[in-house]
């Protein structure tokens, strides 16, 4: 299931809108492993520009009523398509980070 050539640095572990529960493996090489959350079959291996993967999160970050793959290492934060796992967008701050409704408005907040 893990290649120990590298060091897990992040689990989590997601049910996508259709119920297909998922599991991603961040590595310290900034890569993350996809594997199927029943199986434990590696699905996919998704390659970013981040370093050490800090945190992995699945959640509408930006509010356009789809969730998405948010990733960050120490430096970056990368919104990713859940499904295609391409870049959607990326901010120059990462590190822990937290989504949800803070302020009681409509909007999700990162």
């Known amino acids: ?9 992040r689990i989590a572990a997601y049910k996508d809108s259709l119920g297909a529960a998922k599991i991603f493996v961040g590595l310290d090489n900034g890569t ?9 079959v ?6 970013t520009e981040l370093d050490e993967i800090k945190m992995i999160a699945y959640a509408d ?16 934060l990368l919104l990713l398509d859940y499904s295609s796992y391409k870049t959607l967008g990326k901010l120059f701050q ?3 980070f937290a989504i949800g409704n803070v302020d009681g408005k409509s909007e999700i907040v990162l």
Do not use: C, P, R
Not at 1 to 9: A, C, E, G, R, S
Not at 32 to 40: A, C, F, K, R, T
Not at 62 to 75: P, T, Y
């Open 1 to 9: 299931m893990y290649n120990d050539d590298n060091i897990i640095t």
């Open 32 to 40: 993350i492993e996809v594997y199927n959350g029943i199986s434990l």
């Open 94 to 96: 990462g590190g822990n």
């Open 42 to 47: 590696k699905m996919n291996t998704i390659t």
């Open 61 to 76: 970050a930006n509010n356009n009523g789809i969730k998405e793959l948010v990733i960050s290492d120490d430096d970056n």
